[in-house]
Each structure stands twice: as structure tokens, then as C-alpha cells.
């Protein structure tokens, strides 16, 4: 197996890490098309040469989930595999009621993932979607009980309603902001919300590789 790139593999692949590093994220064919300036056909060659030489791992249905391997190309450990239970949906729109249930599983590097009782929400809405949080993604969070300014959290409002958003703390209430121009900031009373976990990461849903 061949790992050297050419210069425009090396370009995508670049891409696709800064991506990762600062969104959490892969992005979609679209959005990586856009961001390259080439078609959606060739950013789908430059994913297949990049798993062919070992520098990223499609999995999932389809193999539209994206993984990214190590610089050394040494897949992930299987001992370094985490399972993380989804408790079910998160609103990134309106606030969607809390659901308690189980919705299955999502497996999470351990090794970057290294926070206790973490738990998965998948989202539903589009509220989020300048952060790189997109409809049906499952976001990754660590249990927390309160939040910074600026922080990506997910807050459970009057005892009823789950949601996430950009959390900021003023004198007389607290802020929710979205990362979508089509929405606007909600306000709360210090009692009437209740921080439940900081979004660390996410697992892009599978629609959006198409």
C-alpha cells in the first residue's frame, strides 16, 4: 500500500482534519465541494484514495460515516472502543420534550473520548447548523452541571424540555443562543433551566454523506 499523496490529496486531506479539529466533524459531499471548489463526484475519488492509502476508514451503512486515522495510519485498538448510550433526542430548533428512553449505542475512540458516563442525544432540527451540528447527528456529551460562556451545552428547560445551544451566563438570566440567523436567543430564569452535559463531539448522520 502506497501512502504517499499528491499535492491535491494532500489538500483534501488537510481539509478534512481542520474540519475534525475544529468542528468535530466530517463535512457533507456538498459542503466539502463547496469549501474545495471541485464537484461532489470528485471529492467522493479523493475519500476513496484516502481510505485506499490508509489515511481515513469509511464505516456505517453505505460507509457514509467517516473516520479519520492516526498520522501513523494504525487503525484504533479494539481495547480503545467505547460504547456510549444515545438516551434519545435532542432538540437543535424549538426545545423538544426530554425523552428518557435508550435509542441504542454509538461506539467513540476512548482514548479521545475519556470523560465518565458519557451519553449521546441525537438532534433533531437545524438550529445548530453554523457549529457543524446538523439534523439527525449524534452529538457526544460529558455530564455537567454547569457551563461556561460560549460552551455548546445541552440544557433540560422547566423540567420538560431538552435542548442544545450556546450557553451564556448574564447578571439577571441565562442566554441560549443558536448558530442559525433563522432562530433567535432565548432567555431564561436561573430556575428555570438546568444544565445537563457539554457537547465534546459529534457523529455526522449518515444522510448527510450522500
Known amino acids: ?13 488537510e481539509y478534512f482534519e481542520q474540519e475534525i479539529t475544529h468542528k468535530g466533524t466530517i463535512p457533507s459531499l456538498r459542503q466539502a465541494a463547496e469549501d474545495l471548489g471541485i464537484s461532489h ?5 479523493f475519500i476513496r484514495a484516502l481510505e485506499s492509502k490508509g489515511f481515513l476508514r469509511r464505516r456505517g451503512k453505505y460507509g457514509r460515516q467517516i473516520e479519520l486515522l492516526p498520522k501513523d495510519r494504525v487503525p484504533i485498538p479494539a481495547d480503545h472502543w467505547r460504547k456510549v448510550p444515545i438516551i434519545g433526542k435532542i ?6 420534550y ?3 428512553q435508550w435509542d441504542g449505542a454509538v461506539m467513540v475512540d476512548g482514548s ?8 449521546a442525544l441525537r438532534v433533531s432540527g437545524d438550529s445548530m447548523k453554523n ?8 452529538v457526544i456529551c460529558e455530564p455537567r452541571q454547569y457551563a461556561r460562556d460560549g460552551e455548546i ?6 423540567n420538560e424540555e431538552a435542548t442544545v445551544k450556546r450557553f ?3 447578571k439577571t438570566h441565562i442566554e441560549l443562543r443558536p448558530e442559525n440567523e433563522a432562530y433567535k436567543t432565548t432567555r431564561y430564569r436561573f430556575g428555570e433551566l438546568l444544565i445537563q452535559g457539554k457537547v465534546m463531539g459529534l457523529q455526522r448522520g449518515p444522510e448527510h454523506f450522500e
Open 153 to 158: 451545552i445541552v440544557a433540560l428547560i422547566n
Open 91 to 96: 432538540n437543535a430548533g424549538l426545545p423538544l
Open 168 to 170: 451564556f451566563l448574564k
Open 1 to 13: 500500500m502506497s501512502y504517499e499523496l499528491t499535492p491535491k490529496q494532500k489538500k483534501a486531506l
Open 98 to 100: 426530554a425523552q428518557q
Open 112 to 119: 479521545v473520548y475519556r470523560a465518565p458516563n458519557l451519553f
Open 41 to 45: 463526484t470528485s471529492v467522493a475519488q
Open 131 to 138: 457549529a457543524g451540528i446538523l439534523d439527525s447527528d449524534i
